[in-house]
């Protein structure tokens, strides 16, 4: 679906998993730049940090001493933002609505190696993470308060990482949260109306052109996806239709890390530094219902725009009217393939 009006003028895209539509203004992207430049820090960190919380071995804020780790360290959360405790109650007084919320949150050591993020990592090594993964949604997901259990990292400082060792958090709830539900509901209505998957079928019309298309094995694609609002936004999807990642095969997931390798080394390239960013991964809720219609997929969104130091802001009419971006999703693609 090659069409230069895309990349020319402004218009809008639709997103198929949320509803929302995203301003594209491609030819904002040769007006000159004064933003604000980010301060860069591409110090190499060693491989082991004594005053690191999440270092094999040592103790962190609670008191505890993590253990002598070789692979991958899982813990609850220190500070966790969901409390399993908390008691059940609800507030109804007129305009004035909130009811409360359980869950669990923990934290994942990719490595021990402090230096490591998952660029740095092999395939295999990522394998045992994405193994750590699964179990994690398994064991939560199976907890009768649990309806569904979200996986993500942000990594660098920009996206307020407070600690550099390789490191995500899996935070999982009683309730879908908001980008979670509005993908439920585009994805069940399609699924009722089509008897497909949408993004399987999004897949296949994507598989047709290859404009937008990154990389791809066996298993998976990684693509920026149409309606892309960050401006080097790129999502890992299965060719199989999977509802969550349980379904995978041993061979999918060594294929998957595969797609989560290629695509951190590449990010990598883009302005010769540890490109930021924050990953999720979005899979079927755990609360017991079949939920045939969820295709599982990963979404990277990194903020960084014309350099290492310049970052993308969501900011004015972003923040009242709907997101936008000025470098089309095909343009990113090129500049990430070229890095391959």
Known sequence: MENS???????????????????VSPHRAKRPWQGQNETVNNEKRPTYDKTCYLCAGNTRINGEVNPKYEDVF???????????????????DGLLIAESETGICKV?????????????????????????????????GSNPKIN??????????VMGCSNPHPHGQ?????????????????????????????LGDYLEQESENQERI??????????????????????????????????????????????????????????NTSFPYSSGIHQSPTNGKENTHWHWH??????????????????????????????TAESAVKMIKALL
Request: aromatic letters at 16%; charged letters at 20%.
């Open 74 to 92: 899982i813990f609850t959360n220190d500070f966790a933002a969901l409390q399993s405790d908390s008691p059940k109650f609800n507030v109804n």
């Open 214 to 271: 990154i990389f791809e094995n066996d298993g998976f694609v990684v693509l920026v996806p149409f309606w892309a609002i960050w401006p080097f936004e790129a999502m890992i999807v299965p060719k199989r239709h999977m509802a969550n990642f349980l379904e995978m095969t041993e061979a999918e997931t060594l294929q998957y890390a595969e797609a989560i390798a290629v695509l951190t080394k590449a990010y990598d390239k883009i302005f």
């Open 170 to 198: 899996i935070w999982s709830q009683s309730t879908l949260p908001n980008e979670v539900y509005k993908k439920n509901t585009q994805q069940l209505n399609y699924f009722n109306k089509n008897s497909s998957s949408l």
């Open 148 to 157: 569904y259990v979200q996986i993500f990292e942000n990594k660098g400082a």
């Open 108 to 140: 994942i050591c990719f490595s021990p190696d402090h230096s490591k993020s998952l660029a740095d990592m092999s395939p295999l090594e990522i394998q045992k993470v994405v193994y750590a993964w699964q179990d994690q949604y398994k064991e939560l």
């Open 5 to 23: 009006n895309l990349q020319d003028y402004s218009h809008k895209r639709f997103n198929i998993l949320t509803g929302e539509w995203v301003l």
């Open 298 to 327: 990963m979404s990277f969104y990194p903020p960084l725009l014309r350099s290492a130091s310049v970052k993308k802001f969501m900011v004015g009419y972003e923040m009242f009217g709907s997101p936008q971006r000025d470098i």
